[in-house]
C-alpha cells in the first residue's frame, strides 16, 4: 500500500496537503479527546514513510470557510 493511501485509509484524517518548509505533508485530523488523538498519531507512526510528527491542537476555532467557488478571486 503506498504511504498515500495508507493515510487515506485512516478516518480521522479530514485533510492532507504536500506542503514547502520543514514539514513534507499536512494533514488535519479531528478526535474528540486526547487520547484518541494519541491513538491516531500512533496508527499514523504505523503508515510506511512517516518517521516523526509535530502536533499542533487548535483550542477554539472562530470559522471555518467553505471553499471559494472558482472563479472566485481576491483581485476582482
Known sequence: MEPFDALAALPWIEEAHIVAGAATLLVKVRTSSTEDLQAVLR??????????????????????????????????
Open 43 to 76: 496508527r499514523l507512526h504505523e503508515v510506511p514513510g512517516v518517521t516523526g510528527t509535530r502536533t499542533v491542537v487548535v483550542l477554539e476555532t472562530f470559522f471555518e470557510r467553505p471553499l471559494a467557488p472558482r472563479g472566485d478571486s481576491p483581485r476582482g
